[in-house]
């Protein structure tokens, strides 16, 4: 009896939780139209929702953004798997050979405080206006957090299961693919998560510095027009690449490491 | 003594080592293959760009302002986060109402507002620090929230049986307990802040290191583009070095592992 009365309470204060939210989110969007239709706030510091929709309605029905939009995905998600990869192999190896490890970590921890982004126009110089120096300033700014969690990861084995695998003369292969990558594969994760939020901020800061193409170039031109329900639409589809690639990534952490996830 | 001064070395030596292998390394290649100084710029020519900008005192103001409008942001940003998770965890209409939108809020990538800050704010350094108090507030936000939440539910009940009130349990518990992790999340907050700040001068274009990594890239200057880049690694660095230090110091009970807070 108790526990149907918690379950109860707890379903309605979930309702009250979702009515809550919908509440404020109403709120916003009439205190939106209050601004925008009644007490004259200008366009160009909030556009009204009629033209948010028209912009949205041209960008995404009539197709201006399609290309724009597929340019930032190609150029995120090749970036993405490129520093992965490469990330997770340097990482690796680096663990694998203990006198890399002690040179390198250190410094690879150092440059965790510098801002990678900071590279971008000298990737422009390098690579031109085109998709390959979006991709490359990705592919580098996702590589060291991807990096540093394979790190970590290999070197959270427990040392008591290491002793064993070496006392029973397994081989490298048998140990990595046993014990260091499921370790490991928690902490890449995480490291993913990361590396999808930097990897969205260098592609864009990468088309705000020079391109012809992409939702970050979108928005940088539009504000020269002061265009801001346009320069909105991209933000709001750029939130939703996000939010979309962090929940996929978790979606795929709780399958693949399903023993490591808390609740 | 010795024995320390040997461990010392034993921990910096490598890193130490690699960095200068990295440098001779850089010199021999650049030698070897004739590599033209607009693709690569020798050592030597990015110390000598960097020395003379520091005498003519032209980069020191891009370097002062950059540093000081990230860190003026930055405590803007952090100080907002605090108050907001304070007033999220105190009050239940807060948060029903309020941590909706602020999650919303959140899965916006901040370096996507950069063009909108500058049409809202415009050209002045008002925007930059507006953009680095928004790149740093989120960090610590999330932190805080999941940390002050998370707190031992028996000295809940033991001080609400003393009769001691909400502000003194704030005060002596959750913020006690959370401290780690929002300190955790304010040294993320330092690093994203300095890169709103990078972005945002990329973008406002008239003053700072950001303005001259890009006007260096522009005109092929890359002695002064790896030198301000230098600069900006240095400031990072020193920065995070400083808050860890901080860190150590208020909590100075985290550094005897497990002996708890006896200290």
Known sequence: MGEVKVSNSRSSQRTLTVLAALFSFGMVLVAWHAATA???????????????????????????????????????????????????????????????????????IAIQSIPK?????????????????????????????????????????????????????AGWLYTFMT????????????????????????????????????????????????????????????????????????????????????? | MRASVSRHFKRSGPPIVTIIAVIVLWSVMIDVWKIPAYLLPTPGSVFSSLGDGLMSSSLWMHWVTTVKNWLLGYVIGTTAALLVAILVVQFKLVELFLLPLI????????????????????????????????????????????????????????Y????????????????????????????????????????MEFIVASKGLGYVIQSSANSADLPLNFGAILLLAVSGITCSAILRFARRTILFWENSNGRGKSV
């Open chain 1, 38 to 108: 009644w007490f004259g706030v200008p366009n160009y510091i909030l556009p009204s929702l009629r033209e948010l929709y028209d912009s949205a309605w041209y960008g995404l029905v009539d197709g201006v953004l399609h290309e724009h939009i597929r340019f930032t995905l190609t150029a995120t998600i090749v970036g993405l798997a490129a520093g992965t990869v490469l990330g997770f192999l340097v990482g690796v190896l680096v663990t694998e050979i203990p006198i890399l490890e002690r040179a390198i970590y250190p410094i690879v």
């Open chain 2, 103 to 158: 999650l919303a809020l959140q899965s916006v990538p901040k370096i996507a507002l950069a063009p909108l800050v500058f049409v809202w704010i415009g050209f002045g350094e008002s925007s930059i620090v507006t953009m680095a108090a928004l790149t740093s507030y989120f960090p610590t936000l999330i932190n805080s929230l999941q940390a002050l939440r998370n707190y031992d539910s028996d000295l809940s009940d033991l």
């Open chain 2, 160 to 199: 609400q049986s003393l009769g001691a009130g909400r502000l003194r349990f704030l005060r002596d518990v959750k913020l006690f307990s959370a401290a780690p992790q929002i300190f955790a999340g304010m040294e993320i907050g330092l690093l994203f802040g300095l890169i709103g700040t990078v972005v």
């Open chain 1, 117 to 169: 982004v900071a590279l971008a126009p000298l990737i422009i110089v390098y690579f031109g206006f085109g998709i390959e120096s979006k991709i490359f300033t990705v592919a580098l700014l996702v590589f060291f957090p991807i990096f540093i969690n394979t790190m970590t990861g290999m070197r959270s084995v427990d040392s008591e299961m290491r002793d064993l695998f070496r006392t029973l003369s």
């Open chain 1, 179 to 263: 014990i260091k990558l499921p370790s490991a594969l928690h902490s890449l994760f995480n490291g993913l998560k990361i590396a999808v939020i930097v990897g969205i901020i260098g592609c864009i800061t990468s088309e705000y510095i020079a391109s012809t193409k992409g939702l970050g170039f979108i928005i940088k031109a539009r504000s020269g027009e002061l265009d801001v329900s346009m320069m909105f639409v991209c933000i709001f589809i750029l939130s939703i690449i996000g939010a979309g690639a962090i929940y996929s990534i978790e979606a795929l952490q709780r399958k693949v490491v399903f023993w490591s996830v808390q609740e």
